[in-house]
Each structure stands twice: as structure tokens, then as C-alpha cells.
């Protein structure tokens, strides 16, 4: 398995390109109260993601900071102890940075999505619907969430934004400390992804584990490959709820794309672990027997394995 330094690090925000990011002064590591979205921009950047960033909290982000707290052996609350607040904001960067939109984000082209499978395969490519669809995800939050930080802008080339300080999640492979090799952990009765080195948490991330109809496959699986910005092969009879109508078809790559961004695929035939057109549902939808997670976390994974990483799935 490859090693080496740790992918979390704020300071690689500035190496991301097409980025012009410039500190917002005034780190939430001061605030005495600090905000439910300080917490989940402070999760996303220390490797323990609570999804989708809203600024309102929730389900998935009291999983990660639960996880947070048992891995950094601090007190399990529901709320945010000193300790645990301490923790959060060591190193006292901001909780947001300001970013100047490029013509090239401004560019697209955006392009409305359709629902009907056989318009997707009809398409060149599924990608952003609107430039601010792009960037809540570019942010790894919600455009309802972006827009109340920036109620005022008209996102458009030129224009400042405020957007939350969070991870670089590329996609790109990185490298682990020294140690054992990794392991991925999903646990269907929690809706919960981690990344496991011995007893050490590398990554974790709320996910959807399978439905009643199709069941996530628990047992002993190892990846096959990654698949990035992948193309989807649609076959109606491997869906319950397929459209009988439909023939099989090549649906074209893109973040809307039905498996979103990367495909990690298994040994199981027919499963894998995968990215989203809608990061809201992670841990409130089903899915078709796969492991889904947003796009930014399935990007987080599938730097951290390789063809033979274990992949277990448990209750």
C-alpha cells in the first residue's frame, strides 16, 4: 500500500487549481459559541465527514462527531465539550475562506438534467446544472447553504464568494502513514463508512447501504479497480424498480451521472462503492445494494485504495 504525508491538511487548498482563495480573518477556534457549520467544516477537514455541509447539523453529522470523539479518545457527548471543541480547532485555521469565482467556473457549460435513464444516455456528458450547483460542491455544501453565506451575490465570473475551508478531495491517490494495510469498514445499521488502518481512523463518511430490495452483500470483499469519472452501463433488469420500456444503454460520465464521480469497484459481481448526482440523500435514501457516498467523499476513498484493499461489509 502506498505511505506517506496526510491528504488533510488545509495548507493544500491553495495548491488546488483554479482556486483563488484568500483567509477569512477570524478563526472559529475564538468564537465562544462555535456554529453548527464551524463543526461540520472542522469534521470535513479532519478526515471525519458529516456529508453534505448545511449549516444546520443532523443525523450524519453527529455520527462523524462521534467518530471524532472515539477516535481522538475524548468523552462520547452529543453536544461539543471543551475538549472536543479543542480538538476540532487545533491549528486555528478559519472555518471559511473567500474565493473569487474564474471565468473558467463560469464557463460550463451547465445543462438541465433529465430524469428518463434513456434522455441521460442521449446526452455528451452530465454535468453541473448551474454554476452554483458547481460550486456547493466544488464546497462540499448544499446551494441553499452557499447562498445564505453570500445572499448578495450573483455568482458570475469576477465575484467574491464566502465558501467553507474544507478538504482537497481530487481523487488523486495519496499516501498513509506506515503501518498496516488499509481497510474498508461499512456497517449497514449505522450508515457508516471508515477507513481503517489497525485501530487508526484514516477517513470516515456517512453513506447509503443497500434497501429492502436489494440488500448490501455482507461479507469479505476486496476492490477491483477505480473507476473516475465513469460511464454508466445501465441494465433496466438489474433494478426493481426498472423501467421494463427501457433498453440497456451507456449512460455518459459527469458529477450527475447515476454513480456521481468514481466508481471503486468489487469483487461482487454487479457492486461497488460510489459517488452521487444528490448528496443531501446520503444516510436518508436507499440504493440499489451499492455503497454511496457524495462525491467529494467517494473521491476522498478512492485515493486511499488500491486493487486488493479489503472491503468489509457488516451489519
Known sequence: MRKTRRFLMLARLAALPALTLILVAGAAGAQAKPSPADVQIRLDRSGFSPGVIDGLGG?????????????????????????????????????????????????GPFVPIPEDMMAKAALPALGYTSILEMLAERFHATPEFLRRL?????????????????????????????????????????????????????????????????????????????????????????????????SKAKIPPGPNNPVGAVWIDLDKEHYGIHGTPEPRMIGRSLSHGCVRLTNWDALTLASLVEPGTPVLFRE
Do not use: C
Not at 80 to 96: R, Y
Open 150 to 246: 453570500n445572499p448578495r451575490a450573483g455568482f458570475v465570473a469576477g465575484g467574491m464568494i464566502r465558501v467553507p475551508a474544507v478538504r482537497v478531495a481530487s481523487g488523486e491517490p495519496v499516501r498513509v502513514p506506515e503501518g498496516p494495510q488499509v481497510q474498508v469498514v461499512v456497517s449497514k445499521g449505522e450508515s457508516t463508512l471508515a477507513v481503517m488502518q489497525g485501530d487508526h481512523v484514516v477517513f470516515f463518511a456517512p453513506v447509503t447501504a443497500g434497501s429492502e430490495h436489494d440488500p448490501l452483500p455482507i461479507g469479505d470483499w476486496q476492490v477491483k479497480g477505480v473507476a473516475r469519472n465513469p460511464w454508466f452501463n445501465y441494465n433496466p433488469d438489474l433494478f426493481w424498480d426498472g423501467d421494463p420500456e427501457h
Open 59 to 107: 443525523s450524519n453529522t453527529q455520527k462523524a462527531l462521534t467518530a471524532f470523539q472515539a477516535a481522538r479518545g475524548l468523552p462520547a457527548t452529543a453536544g461539543l465539550e471543551g475538549a472536543t471543541w479543542q480538538a476540532l480547532a487545533a491549528g486555528g485555521e478559519p472555518s471559511f475562506v473567500a474565493y473569487r469565482i474564474t471565468p473558467e467556473d463560469a464557463a
